[in-house]
């Protein structure tokens, strides 16, 4: 049985390394043009420079702007979910930071990580850019020779799933479906990358993500039989 205040809920936000494919040198022009050419077969009106606002989400092409982490403290009727953000532009320095708060908040072996699709794009994204830094991986987000029950992923997609493997289902409809409020804004997950380059707000990408955190506690408190979250019992930290 995992303790919710053991529990560390955390979603990312990640941008192409350049703001546009005519920026690549010579060299990884022709590494994403390889990438291109599988992402758009049978796509004739995409080409691999309008299609580059997709390589952030590749490990290889893309980076880290913003981690956004939440805890919960305390019990019902008064736990709260604390939120702590690292973000910049400064990709290492952001998982730096990152990977030290996870070393010190980790240091037990009762610890699980939980967020959205986490097993699958945000857990093995972060160790990949982590790598490419040369910054040695938390134990905690380190699977590599762990046994599956070693582990301490958690997934509320996953959850969702029930072993379903060909099911997939967004964290906004997810919490639509189960009656959880989403906050209605004006971006989404694939507007990050012009919000970023374009528009150069990160508070804006770094919002988004905070409530990202929220809705997947939200979402993992009301699969487990848990209370929600009071509107007004989130606390962030600077």
């Known amino acids: 049985m995992v303790t919710l205040n053991n529990i560390l809920f955390l979603d990312i936000e990640t941008v192409p390394q350049h703001d546009s494919y005519e920026k690549l040198s010579p060299e990884w022009k022709a590494l994403w ?28 092409f893309g980076k880290v702007v913003c981690i956004t982490c939440g805890i919960i403290q305390g ?7 604390v939120l702590k953000s ?30 959205h699709n986490g097993k699958e794009f945000d857990f093995p994204f972060l160790c990949r850019r982590m790598i490419i830094h040369n910054i040695p991986l938390p134990a905690i987000l380190n699977t590599r020779g762990k046994k599956p029950w070693e582990i301490t992923h958690l997934d509320t ?47 804006r990408i770094v919002c988004y993500c905070q409530k990202d955190v929220v809705t997947a506690a939200q979402v ?19």
Request: with cysteine; charged share 30%.
């Open 33 to 60: 043009d390889l990438k291109a050419a599988y992402l758009i077969r049978n796509k004739e009106e995409e080409t691999v420079e309008t299609i580059y606002n997709r390589a952030g989400i590749y490990a290889e």
């Open 75 to 81: 019990y019902h009727p008064s736990k709260k979910l």
């Open 86 to 115: 690292f973000c910049g532009d400064d990709e290492k320095e952001i998982l730096l930071q990152f990977a030290d708060m996870l070393k010190r908040w980790a240091s037990d072996t009762n610890k699980s990580l939980c967020a």
């Open 157 to 203: 997609m996953e959850l969702w799933r029930f072993g379903d493997y060909k099911n997939f289902t967004s964290l906004n409809l997810l919490a639509t479906t189960l009656g959880i409020p989403t906050p209605k804004d004006d971006i989404d997950g694939s507007m990050v990358w012009e919000v970023y380059w374009k528009e150069r707000n990160l508070e």
């Open 220 to 238: 993992y408190l009301r699969m487990t039989g848990e209370a929600l979250l009071e509107a007004d019992s989130i606390e962030i930290k600077q």
